[in-house]
């Protein structure tokens, strides 16, 4: 479970470089520290689970949480803004989860960002829910 919980986080931490203007746009949005403020997986809040995603370009690492660190030390994003909602992919570059990819959604609005991904599976989510067994990961976070 907790492994589970850890790949979750880090896999929806992972932002990168879409295609486009408009995913530069949304690359340069999430630029800086972010700090995490809620966290839901299966329909369970798992928000004592504290960590920082650091955004720089199109890679994310994650700070302040060892377990998280260990298995998605670092990410990198692929954003698509053209839909809705808004779709990434997350593919985990450092850590014992190095290889595997995530599919996600995402909604930026000021300082926060929320992050909605499959951690198990290949079916991205279309919407911000992370209901009791379906392996979905709610992730909020707060610009520093």
Not at 18 to 40: F, M, Q
Not at 98 to 127: D, F, M, S, W
Request: proline content about 3%; aromatic content about 6%.
């Amino acid at each position: 479970m907790k492994i589970t919980i850890s790949l979750c986080l880090a896999a929806v931490l992972m932002l990168g470089g879409g295609e486009g203007g408009d995913a530069k746009k949304e690359i340069d949005g999430v630029k800086g520290t972010w700090v995490l403020s809620d966290l839901t997986y299966n329909g369970k809040d798992h928000g004592q689970n504290k960590f920082n995603v650091v955004f720089k370009g199109d890679e994310a690492t994650v700070e302040g949480n060892d377990r998280v660190k260990i298995q998605y030390a670092r990410l990198t994003l692929k954003f698509d803004p053209s839909t809705t909602p808004k779709m990434l992919d997350l593919t985990v570059t450092d850590g014992s989860q190095q290889g595997a990819v995530v599919e996600g959604i995402y909604e930026l609005k000021g300082n926060e960002l929320r992050i909605c991904a499959k951690v198990i599976g290949k079916e991205r989510p279309t919407e911000f829910q992370s209901p009791a067994g379906s392996n979905v990961v709610l992730l909020v976070l707060k610009r520093e």
